[in-house]
């Protein structure tokens, strides 16, 4: 519980040393996508491979695979029509409105937020759990997301659009987070390993991905006007539901299953992550409110900073690891 302690402790000086550097102009806006840009494409993947390729695949790291892949799909479908559900109890809001916010009640950002602080607060075997829930996430973010964008609609796409949308979908199941990602978990189950000299010289890149991604969170959370934050109920709102309701549901959803404390611990804590960053540029490409997406982003993130640390501090001691 100490280690856990000193994790969260060290993070969170992390986003405030990124929130201040912004205040004080030394990280302005206009650096956050070329940063955002290298943590995603450079240090990210160096950290995925390093991690995966210091695992060993025994039957137990299998069965967690296979759970962790299955579960998150599950769970995603059961919490479209969860957070559906709680949009429509939102009243005077129109319906692409609730569509738009329930999208940001639904999507975590278990990746960029999600993979760094599950390494530093729980170790590689975690981290590696978190790569597969991304994994999984991917593809219902640009599947059941996308149609959940549209609810209620009565076409759900333009059969003109059918190949353009298919290309959409795909195109991020070939980013290079998400290729890394394959490869290193093809590496895992055929037990090919890196050689030392260059899986060292990616450990040291990679660890500069915890970091590096909570300071960019923390400039990034230096852009934000703490009055919009408070003033709009349905953004608090839609963070209750995204931050707390959600991860407490999951938790007793899974609590009881007969698998392994890592998955259920990496599946909770998944959803304890805010809205993914993404789903502002879904949302913009389905021509829907993609400024209120952001708002809902940006709110959650913000008061992630507060409940994320409690989670943490649950679920280690719920499903303490050892």
């Known amino acids: 519980m100490q280690a856990i302690f000193s994790s969260i402790f060290s993070i969170f000086i992390f986003v405030l040393v990124g929130f201040i550097a912004c205040r004080v102009n030394i990280l302005p806006k206009e650096t956050h996508a070329p940063l955002l840009s290298f943590v995603l494409n450079i240090t990210t993947p160096c950290l995925i491979l390093s991690s995966v390729n210091s695992s060993e695949l025994d039957t137990r790291t299998f069965t ?10 599950v769970l995603f479908l059961i919490f479209s029509f969860v957070t559906l559900g709680l949009s429509r109890l939102m009243k005077k809001t129109s319906r692409d409105e609730k569509n738009v916010l329930s999208v940001a009640m639904l999507t975590c950002n278990s990746g960029f937020m999600g ?13 590696y759990l978190m790569v597969i ?20 609609e009565k076409a759900l796409i333009d059969k003109r659009q059918i ?19 394959f490869v290193a978990i093809f590496f895992l189950f055929e037990h090919i390993r890196i050689p030392a000299y260059p899986a060292g010289i990616l450990e040291d890149i990679g660890n500069i991905t915890v970091p590096l991604s909570m300071m960019i969170v923390g400039a990034q959370l230096g852009t934000c006007s703490v009055v919009n934050v408070i003033s709009d109920w349905r953004l608090l709102y839609v963070s209750f539901c995204k931050l707390i309701v959600q991860p407490g549901l999951a938790l ?12 259920k611990l990496t599946l909770v804590l998944s959803f304890a992550f805010p809205a993914a960053v993404l789903g502002a540029a879904l949302a913009e490409s389905e021509n829907k409110d993609s400024t209120r997406m952001a708002e809902a982003v940006a709110t959650s993130t913000v008061l992630s900073m507060a409940t994320l640390p409690i989670w943490i501090i649950i679920l280690g001691a719920i499903f303490p690891l050892g």
């Not at 967690?64 to 799909?73: A, F, G, P, R, S």
């Not at 190949?163 to 990602?181: D, G, H």
């Not at 007793?252 to 890592?262: E, G, K, N, T």
Request: proline share 7%.
């Open 64 to 73: 967690n695979t296979i759970w962790t892949l299955v579960l998150t799909l």
């Open 163 to 181: 190949f353009p949308a298919i290309r959409r979908l795909l195109k991020p199941l070939f980013s290079f987070s998400s290729v890394t990602s």
């Open 133 to 152: 829930q991304n994994l999984a996430f991917n593809v219902y973010l640009f599947t059941g997301v996308i149609m959940q964008f549209h609810a209620g």
């Open 115 to 127: 993979l760094p602080i599950s390494q530093a607060a729980f170790g590689p075997a975690i981290f």
């Open 252 to 263: 007793l959803l899974l609590y009881f299953l007969p698998i392994a404390d890592s998955v």
